[in-house]
């Protein structure tokens, strides 16, 4: 068999069987492993945690099986003694608090690293007895839905974050120039992508029917048991899927409580509340706004659930910055010792850029157009105001069709969507 062919092949196993695929997240997990006591996997549900767990541990368990989960409540200190080897994996353990303090006088007698591996749909850190417990003695990793480079089998891409380092656009352009041969094939990823999102146990159901029953059902256990966990609220779990939905129909406007309450009937302190939960079961990502305006976007985990909870499958350009987002959190994030902030600028003027993303090395500035020609007066000028606030800045207009690439500017650059996500 060619070396081409075994690649083919290896591609379609994979995508009919998609909890084989080697994930971003192995790399950090693996240097991680050597160093700390514990380490927490955390991230949405249904995002591929259980698979990596069962595939990294010597021994696994989870407490979404009755019988673990009463054993574990009904004596903590019992359970985590029962755990054996060398490396114990321990699925959806914020379930039951209780094991935390365990888990904390354990470790505390042993020097051996990655002992226990600890896996949790819920922010350590949004549950006070866990918080308590671990500080100093966990180091946790994000798990995101699938990304393009997952999907497609390559290394994790490192373009976004070459950019933010590079001196000059021009640097970009010549390593964008080398990757358009591959755009057709990636164009098909992305719409794929953008149509099915990167839940690993939605993203290849091609039956709309089947897909749409399978996350209702995990947005069910989401909204009505995990958040629940974390923010004891008796709004019913209609009333906070409407909520969501408030929040799916106008990702690129400020969340004002405020005006939201009429529409929602949640009360403005219940919504802040509400806000935190969201967040602390990965349903949102909370985007802060800066230039002349306070406050927040949030934006869904993965691209599938504003679809459902605005009940279109219709692509706009909120949809496509935000796709960038999910992807380019990954070239940052599966970088052990990297750290990005995202947010959003704009001013009073009018000027506008959806997406930034700081680290040490700078600061890189996104927006997301269908080509080379939409480039007007209004876009240069919210470029212009986004360098002008932040020293060591660039800009990147990613389109969405065509091949242009671009430097306008040392500091302003045009590439194709593609180039910058593989």
């Known amino acids: 068999m060619s070396e081409f062919a075994f690649n083919a092949y290896s ?31 955390l991230g949405h549900r249904q995002v591929g945690k259980t698979t990596f767990l069962e595939r990294v541990a010597d021994e696994f368990v989870t407490l979404d099986d009755e019988d673990s ?22 699925d959806e353990c914020q379930l039951v608090p209780g094991l935390f303090p365990a888990l904390k006088v354990r470790v505390g007698t042993s020097s051996i690293p990655g002992r226990f591996i600890l896996s949790g749909s819920v922010r350590f850190t949004s549950r006070k007895a866990i918080r308590e417990s671990l500080t100093g003695r966990i180091s946790n990793l994000e798990m995101y839905p699938f990304v393009l480079t997952e999907l497609t089998g390559e290394p994790n ?29 990636r164009t098909k990823t992305i719409n794929s992508f ?119 499958m219709n692509v706009d350009d909120a949809d496509w910055i935000t796709l960038i987002y999910r992807n380019a959190r990954a070239q940052f994030g599966y970088r052990l010792g990297e750290h990005a902030d995202y947010f959003h600028f704009r001013t009073r003027g009018g000027s506008q850029i959806p997406l930034g993303i700081r680290t040490r090395q700078g600061i890189l500035g996104i927006v997301s157009i269908e080509s080379r020609r939409d480039i007007n007066l209004s876009l240069k000028r919210s470029a212009d105001s986004f360098l002008k606030t932040y020293n060591h800045s660039k800009v990147l207009f990613l389109t969405r069709a065509g091949t242009t690439c671009e430097a306008l500017s040392d500091r302003v650059g045009v590439l194709p969507v593609q180039t910058a996500l593989f």
């Open 157 to 185: 891409s490192s373009f976004l974050f070459k950019a933010i380092g590079a001196s000059t656009i021009e640097s970009l352009v010549v390593i964008a120039d080398g990757q358009v041969s591959a755009m057709k094939q």
């Open 69 to 90: 989960f009463r054993s574990a409540q009904l004596s903590p200190k019992a359970f985590v003694a029962s755990l054996k080897a060398r490396r114990s994996g321990i």
């Open 11 to 41: 591609l379609l196993f994979l995508s009919s069987m998609p909890h084989l695929r080697r994930r971003h997240l192995q790399e950090p997990f693996d240097k991680l492993i050597r160093q700390a006591r514990i380490v927490g996997i």
């Open 194 to 312: 953008l149509q099915n999102g990167g839940l690993p146990a939605l993203f290849h159901i091609r039956n709309r029917n089947s897909q749409a029953a399978l996350l209702r059902d995990i947005l069910e256990t989401i909204l009505d048991r995990d958040l629940r966990l974390v923010y004891r609220t008796s709004l019913p779990y209609q009333r906070i899927h409407e909520y969501c939905s408030a929040l799916a129909s106008s990702p690129l406007q400020i969340v004002r409580p405020g005006t939201l309450r009429k529409n929602v009937r949640i009360a403005e302190t219940a919504q802040h509340h509400l806000l935190h939960a969201l967040e602390s079961v990965f349903l949102v990502r909370r985007i802060p706004v800066e230039g002349d305006y306070q406050g927040d976007l949030f934006w869904f985990e993965d691209q599938i659930e504003r679809s459902h909870f605005t009940s279109t």
